[in-house]
């Protein structure tokens, strides 16, 4: 069964910096697309960041320069630190995990953390 329980969440003043966590259990975050989705009130889910089984990274244009997202093999666990951060950062911040395995595709996503950053 795969699990993904993300953590680091908080209330953060503009300017401000969080590190979110994401442990995965039952499936390895160095071999699947991992990525860190959010979720403003009244507005879709969007892409924030990800990084691929082989290290590539990519960002949403909004956070780039000052999120990073980074994974620890050993720990099974990824992060995104979120520094200069803005009020419209606001929301709730999910974990993804894409897996592939020939034709066949999967989408496995945390219970999410709330962050809010005050102006």
């Known amino acids: 069964q795969v699990q993904l329980v993300e953590s680091g969440g908080g209330l953060v003043q503009t300017g401000g910096s969080l590190r979110l966590s994401c442990a995965a259990s039952?499936?390895?975050?160095?071999?699947?697309?991992m990525g860190w989705y959010r979720q403003a009130p009244g507005k879709q889910r969007e892409l924030v960041a990800t990084i691929s089984r082989g290290g590539s990274t990519n960002y949403a244009d909004s956070v780039k320069g000052r999120f990073t997202i980074s994974r620890d093999n050993a720990k099974n666990t990824v992060y995104l630190q979120m520094n200069s951060l803005k009020p419209e950062d606001t929301g709730v911040y999910y974990c993804?995990?894409?897996?592939?395995?020939?034709?066949?595709?999967?989408?496995?996503w945390g219970q999410g953390t709330q962050v809010t950053v005050s102006s």
């Open positions: 039952g499936i390895a975050v160095s071999t699947n697309t």
């Open positions: 993804n995990c894409y897996s592939k395995f020939g034709v066949d595709s999967w989408n496995y």
